[in-house]
């Protein structure tokens, strides 16, 4: 049975820190992405990398504060989250691609992974 699991959320004020951490099970996966979804807007791209960690993406809004890396050994995908603004609060979602083979161009869109998880609450305070 394929599971992917967040956690790592919470409450932190403007100018912290937060670590998300993903496990993924039950089958072999490659791409590995982070979405975000605040109220009452769309699902956006926050950050992924690919199979052998080697290379990484991230959205503009979140480039040199946010570090997304992996441990292929214990199948988990962290966020290392700095700097924190009050606009990152969100339910963040990791993502699973269970396909060996990608372009480059879509580790930032949703329809590339194939397994999600069912997201954790960050809330950044002012």
């Known amino acids: 049975q394929v599971q992917v699991v967040e956690s790592g959320g919470g409450l932190v004020q403007a100018g912290g820190s937060l670590r998300l951490s993903c496990a993924a099970s039950?089958?072999?996966?490659?791409?590995m992405g982070w979405f975000r979804q605040a109220p009452g807007k769309d699902r956006e791209f926050v950050a992924a990398?690919?199979?052998?960690?080697?290379?990484?993406y991230y959205a503009d809004s979140v480039k040199g504060r946010f570090t997304i890396s992996r441990d292929n050994a214990k199948n988990t995908v962290d966020l290392q989250m700095n700097s924190l603004k009050p606009e990152d609060t969100a339910v963040y979602y990791c993502?699973?691609?269970?396909?060996?083979?990608?372009?480059?161009?879509?580790?930032?869109?949703?329809?590339?992974?194939?397994?999600w998880g069912q997201g954790t609450q960050v809330t950044v305070s002012s």
């Open positions: 993502a699973a691609d269970k396909d060996s083979v990608g372009s480059s161009y879509t580790y930032g869109l949703s329809n590339r992974y194939d397994y």
């Open positions: 039950g089958r072999a996966f490659y791409a």
């Open positions: 990398i690919s199979s052998s960690g080697g290379r990484t």
